[in-house]
């Protein structure tokens, strides 16, 4: 059965839409990730247009990440002051970024640029991620005990001024970097349409030393707001939100989610990390063979848009 | 009598469809000026989400048409159906450094996104590339010119010809050399093919009457296309109210996020 979709202009098999969804959902239930920086490149694999993928995706993300963060907001494991500051940056960064997105696409680079970006930051998480749970395997089968945590550890970031007390997370930090890294994910949720947790979790533990307890749901709480935003200003300025591609989506996500959750229990955490790290690194590397094989036309014609 | 002589003298000329042929004066045969009409069943063509290409029919008179002329196939109809004129940015990619990159590109000043002809032959063997090119009939004949100034001449042959390939490939551009047939005397009928990615908007059906290579007379006919259904209403509030349509797309994820956390809940 096909469905029109009208932003994207083709007509698609819902099925393989569904099952993209649900596949997408199930992992980052698993993963406890958004699923952004999946989605993304595998419509662009079934040849949406990137520019469509990109917003796109952003909407989805807001669907996925709206049931995580109602979860810790119930627990209490969400701080909404650190929150609004990392949302400040955000906000920032997503406006720039979608400013950046439609510089790109009338010079005609942008299809280059988010292929690119995404094997920058897929490739080098994923190895850094294989890294990490391969050396935690080997560590639980030698049984040797985790390396302690310092909790009491300063770096850098920890001299800056604008301090500001967060008193859910226990912490007293500059706004400075808070803002930053809120601007830095805002700047690639607009550009590559992706939420961006798999680079902030990591960044507020080990960067921000942020207690880990309230990072995710925080994250997740910025992460709607960008997300629904970069939404607004991308049907705004670019079209490209596709509405009948994004409701079959997040309908099918949410739902392989909740099965998704299910089985990331059973499995061990690094276990876990590793396979999700694979997982990276293929999509990553897909997107790279189709960055240097010939394409079948070297030209291409694009209707309206100025290029000079 | 005096007639028929003519004819077998002016035979030869014409087989070889030399253009000298049609400077032979004609006599009063040739005296009123031929004319043309045209005709379709509509003005407004209705597509549906679901409409996979199409035929349109034309239908044509000659007016005034000298018989000899016509007994001997000196005549020729062309019909086109022109979209609405856009820029059209064509880019060509290069090979830096590993990766497939966009390095050249070249807009084109309005020109039409759809074009579909039919003909009763060939249209390099109607007329000469250059009148062609001077009335702009023909996917071959269409003006591209290059907005701002390009000083290599032979990247704009390339870019153009890239830009008649993708448009012919994507069907967009599409051309039926015996698309226009005589079903009497002076009555012809024109099939013209409507892709299934036509462009709506307002399009513009010409045609033009050709006597021995020469362009003769021509008419035009507005053609509306819209498109109907669910899918262009989506796209038409897309782009006219975006910023409620983004909130529509916002709010369907807030809903379909919130309430799977609602019926997925266990406790």
Avoid at chain 1, 69 to 97: E, Q
Avoid at chain 2, 141 to 170: C, Q, W
Wanted: hydrophobic share 50%; charged share 15%; glycine share 10%.
């Amino acid at each position: 059965m096909t469905v029109y979709l009208p932003i994207a202009e083709l007509s698609v098999n819902i099925f393989i839409i569904l099952g993209m969804g649900a596949a997408v959902g199930f992992l980052s239930g698993m993963f406890g990730v958004g699923g952004g920086f999946l989605i993304t490149p595998l419509l662009i694999f079934y040849n949406i247009p990137p520019v469509v993928a990109v917003a796109t995706g952003a909407n989805q993300v807001v669907a996925s990440s709206i049931s995580g963060a109602i979860t810790h907001f119930r627990r209490g494991t969400l701080d909404m002051k650190l929150g609004s500051v990392l949302l400040v940056g955000g906000l920032a960064g997503a406006t720039a970024g979608v400013w950046v997105f439609s510089w790109l696409r009338r010079i005609g680079q942008l299809d280059l640029f988010i292929s690119v970006l995404y094997v920058v930051l897929l490739g080098s998480i994923g190895t850094l991620m294989l890294q990490e749970s391969v050396r935690a395997m080997r560590r639980a089968k030698n049984n040797q005990p985790l390396p302690l945590k310092r909790p009491g550890q300063h770096n850098w970031v920890h001299r800056l001024p604008l301090k500001m007390r967060f008193k859910k997370s226990k912490i007293y930090l500059s706004a400075i970097p808070i803002v930053g890294l809120g601007f830095g994910i805002g700047v690639l949720t607009s550009i590559m349409g992706v939420g961006g947790g798999f680079i902030m979790v990591p960044a507020m533990i080990y960067l921000l030393r942020i207690p880990t307890n309230v990072v995710v749901g925080t994250s997740l709480f910025q992460i709607i707001f960008v997300t629904a935003y970069t939404t607004m200003v991308q049907a705004a300025t670019n079209y490209s939100v596709d509405i009948v591609l994004a409701s079959i989506l997040m309908v099918a996500g949410v739902i392989g989610a909740q099965y998704g959750v299910r089985v990331g229990q059973k499995l061990r955490g690094e276990q876990l990390r590793a396979l999700l790290a694979l997982l990276v690194l293929a999509v990553g590397i897909r997107l790279a063979i189709g960055l240097i094989v010939t394409p079948d036309d070297v030209y291409s014609v694009a209707a309206g848009g100025m290029s000079y | 009598m005096r007639r028929l002589l003519q004819t077998i003298l002016l035979l030869p000329f014409l087989v070889l469809g030399s253009p000298a042929a049609a400077q032979v004066p004609f006599g009063e045969a040739s005296g009123a000026k031929e004319g043309l009409e045209i005709g379709a069943s509509t003005s407004e063509i209705a597509i549906t989400s679901d409409f996979r290409g199409a035929d349109l029919t034309i239908f044509g008179a000659l007016t005034n048409a000298d018989e000899l002329f016509l007994a001997i196939g000196q005549y020729d109809v062309v019909v086109t159906l022109e979209g609405p004129k856009d820029y059209a940015t064509v880019r060509k990619k290069e090979r830096v450094f590993g990766i497939w990159m966009n390095t050249e590109g070249m807009t084109f000043e309005q020109v039409p996104e759809s074009y579909s002809l039919a003909s009763t032959r060939m249209i390099d063997s109607i007329d000469e590339a250059p009148s062609l090119n001077n009335i702009g009939v023909g996917i071959d004949h269409l003006a591209l010119n290059p907005v701002g100034y390009i000083p290599d001449s032979g990247m704009i042959g390339e870019f153009r010809d890239a830009y008649r390939r993708l448009k012919l490939t994507n069907g967009l551009y599409q051309r039926d050399t015996s698309g226009v047939r005589f079903v009497s005397s002076s009555l012809f009928r024109a099939s013209l093919k409507l892709p299934a990615n036509i462009p709506d908007g307002m399009h513009m059906v010409r045609a033009y009457l050709f006597k021995s290579g020469q362009l003769i007379t021509q008419r035009e006919m507005p053609l509306r296309v819209v498109k109907t259904g669910i899918e262009q209403a989506i796209t038409d509030a897309a782009h006219d109210r975006p910023l409620a349509y983004g909130l529509l797309c916002v709010l369907i994820a807030v809903i379909t996020g919130w309430g799977a956390s609602i019926v997925f809940r266990k406790d």
